[in-house]
């Protein structure tokens, strides 16, 4: 069964695509090209594109998806469903298109990064943010993308990526107090992060790329701008000390490590700061030249923006100006400053308008992360989607708010580690330590093999040319059928075949049947007694087949599951890493204390504020602004510190 469809891209006020419509666009631009080493005044710049493959690529690019499902009259059979979707446009439109995804820092200019525009001749490579969307989308749409794997591999990428929600109608942002607050809060960071070096020393950093590095950071020095603007320290006229930054490096950092799609879009942001208190002017001493922006906002608009201290306030994204943060601004970053936490802001008159949702409020930790793992520090007031912290702490917390008990919960538990890179990165070194790490490999290739059977995807640049009266995308499904055959007899041979290097431990009864099956498949009657299985010559397997190899290592990974949960996660859970990250999650009551009851009896002492469980009941809330973590970068980041 196969579609087609196709409609014309709604834009916005600003004349930008919608900003779904934006990323997926450019994810299906990415997987179509073969990034590739291009030279530009007389350097090479690797995983990069021209102007001529991205336009040639966008004049005809074809997206199609298959999805598998058991046919509802007959279970035995699989029905599979494959829809095209074709983008076709001009070469203009084409730059155009190109255009909007550098000013979503999507993409930049390899052989001058300072420069904004979508040049004729440049050649173009993938941000740190690109690669987080574009990570996203593969995953989401079971797209086999070998080609990218060195790009992944070489390339830094966004660790985490703040996800603001948008009108449903025209797109724009919707602001309410405590979306700002939240997205303050990953503006600032937990604390300052304050930097001694000069401008040009600042710049220089910035544009270190892993193909030119920049010149190795002075001694004490941690440019890290994944914690927050970097600022710097200033003594103010009170003899308090105050946190500058750059009105233009304020405007970059929203467009790197948030989904705003433009400077335009980040200075109304930044604007809001200010009509809320949280930052204000310091000076602009330059002229206003034609690419700044003064940017005006107003009460009002999407989401409301009540509570805010002023009704309309301005923000001046040029060259010279400077802002800084102010009383008001630490407060709600909670900065703790002189040893004293920062107070809680005075709350603001009750307006007529309808309250916003609260997403803020839950608790973090200062910038050392005691899991040493980026990934596993959890942001003030983020909802995630889904939100781990969320469902955990209802393990630990029981409907009166005081007494705690630890449930029966491992089986959720364990959920809830399979789902968030930082536990599972942290639980497979747990398993890796206990001789099991091959029960969580195990589960994890068996859910990626499930996905993909029943979803995969392809995108090419060239016209939908019949083969012998096959699509591009039946050609596609064709390819992904035998990549799934081999990836079906990889998991048997690394976990299930007899003396296999990654052998399970599983119910006898359970392999008796998964041998007698892979023995019917294969043209080797004994093929379910060796080590090695291969489907026989000629042999390709029906989708039916594979259907049901994929029900028989459900059977065993739901084995797998049940297995850690009950013997693995009790275990993991009484060790100090974990604990230590529980500490960063979550507020306490009653302070950690040696005192003999033992590290798991200490977690019952683990509570939360009243503003957080409010946050926790709020289903509203997590769609207000939640966070996504890079798989790749998470691992990357802890395969880097596992080799120091």
Known sequence: MSSSSSHLMKTTRRGRPFVKDTHDLFATLVVSLQLDTHRSFFKS??????????????????????????????????????????????????????????????????????????????????????????????????????????????????????????????????????????LFRRFVGREPNATRLSDDELVAQYQSRPHAK?????????????????????????????????AMAAVQWLCDFTTIVGTDEGAEIAAHFVRYGLISLVSDRGKVKDYNLVTQVRAGGPGGGAGAMMQEAEFRATDKAVYRVTKEGMQVARWELGGKPASAPAKPVASKARPSQSTDDLPGTNRSNPTGSIAQATDHGLMRRPSVSDRMRAEYIQDDGHAHSVKDSHTARLKQILEEPALRSLFREFLRANFCEENLSFWLDVQDFKRRFSTTSSAVASPGQQAKGRTTGHLAMEKHQQDLIAM????????????SPCELNIDHQLRAELITYMTSITADKDAGLKAVTEPGIGNTLHASQLQTMVKLYERIQGYMFRLMATDSVPKFCKTDRFLNLMRSVFDYNDKFTDDGAGLAAQTQNMSLSPSAKQAA?????????????????????AALQKAA
Do not use: W
């Open 45 to 182: 710049y690797p995983n990069s594109f021209t102007t001529d493959e991205a336009c040639n690529n966008l004049a005809s690019l074809k997206f199609s998806q298959s999805n598998r499902a058991a046919d509802p009259k007959d279970p035995s059979r699989i029905i599979t469903t494959t829809t095209t979707t074709t983008f076709s446009m001009t070469r203009d439109m084409a730059k155009g298109i190109c255009q909007h995804f550098m000013d979503a820092q999507l993409i930049e200019n390899a052989a001058d990064l300072s420069s904004p525009v979508f040049r004729e001749r440049g050649v173009y490579m993938l941000t740190p943010k690109g690669l987080h969307i574009l990570e996203r989308f593969i995953t989401k749409n079971g797209i086999s993308a070998e080609h990218l794997l060195k790009v992944f591999a070489t390339q830094p990428i966004c660790m985490k990526l703040l996800h603001l929600e948008r009108r449903t109608q025209d797109d724009e942002i919707l602001v309410t107090k405590s979306v700002i607050e939240v």
């Open 214 to 246: 920049a010149p190795p950071l002075p001694s004490g020095e941690d440019l890290d701008r994944t914690l927050g603007i970097v600022v710097r320290k200033v003594s103010g006229s009170a003899k308090t000390d105050e946190y500058h930054f750059a």
């Open 617 to 637: 009941l709020d289903d509203d809330a997590s769609s207000r602004a939640y966070l996504t973590i890079s798989q790749a970068a998470n691992e990357k980041q």
């Open 488 to 499: 079906a007899f990889v998991i048997y041979n690394t976990y299930l075949a007899p003396a």
